[in-house]
T-cell receptor, first 112, second 114 residues
């Protein structure tokens, strides 16, 4: 079945460092790919998405490119802030499906 | 602000009891999904409702059931609670069809079973 694999955390960075969180997926067809963010004590917020190969999703300085050849959707940010500290989830939705399949999440801690 | 609200925010129940969690969907959305997020894990799909009918279900037993009302609000009911049911339960609303939107999540209900 479809699945998502994320790099294990926690990821600890200093403010203004470059961030990469790896995400790979297994799916048939052409899934849509997502990054969600969860701040402490809150639900999930959609950060960005991409719906077809080579699409780049971007929001709030975060970017991720849909790479079908490597089945990857890595999250990047050029300069992280303390306020980016949260748990980040990679997810996919199958091309004929409605449910989201999530990775296990990667906790990011940004130090001042 | 997503407009999806869940109640209660926290709940403690005893093993064997029944619980009802509630969700108010974002205005204009016609679909609601429920997810279970165990501590330190990603959310797992429980089921989805569209036009008051369940139209998709994950790998959860029948003691997990739901309802969707004409105003698109929803309930998740869990019978015969087990300790492993302790988790954050997330509701997500969206629209399907011509005005499709992505899922917007509520803040969740933290259920603790003791």
């Amino acid at each position: 079945g479809d699945s998502v694999t994320q790099m294990e955390g926690p990821v600890t960075l200093s403010e203004e460092a470059f961030l990469t969180i790896n995400c790979t997926y297994t799916a048939t067809g052409y899934p849509s790919l997502f990054w969600y963010v969860q701040y402490p004590g809150e639900g999930l917020q959609l950060l960005l998405k991409a719906t077809k190969a080579d699409d780049k999703g971007s929001n709030k300085g975060f970017e991720a490119t849909y790479r079908k050849e490597t089945t990857s959707f890595h999250l990047e940010k050029g300069s992280v802030q303390v306020s980016d500290s949260a748990v980040y989830f990679c997810a996919l939705r199958g091309d004929s499906s409605y449910k989201l399949i999530f990775g296990s999440g990667t906790r990011l801690l940004v130090r001042p | 602000e997503t407009g999806v609200t869940q109640s209660p925010t926290h709940l403690i129940k005893t093993r064997g009891q029944q619980v009802t969690l509630r969700c108010s969907s974002q205005s204009g959305h016609n679909t609601v999904s429920w997810y279970q997020q165990a501590l330190g894990q990603g959310p797992q799909f429980i089921f989805q409702y569209y036009r008051e009918e369940e139209n998709g279900r994950g790998n959860f037993p029948p003691r997990f059931s739901g309802l969707q009302f004409p105003n698109y609000s929803s309930e998740l009911n869990v019978n015969a609670l087990e300790l492993d049911d302790s988790a954050l339960y997330l509701c997500a609303s969206s629209s399907v069809g011509n005005r499709r939107t992505e899922a917007f999540f509520g803040q969740g209900t933290r259920l603790t079973v003791v």
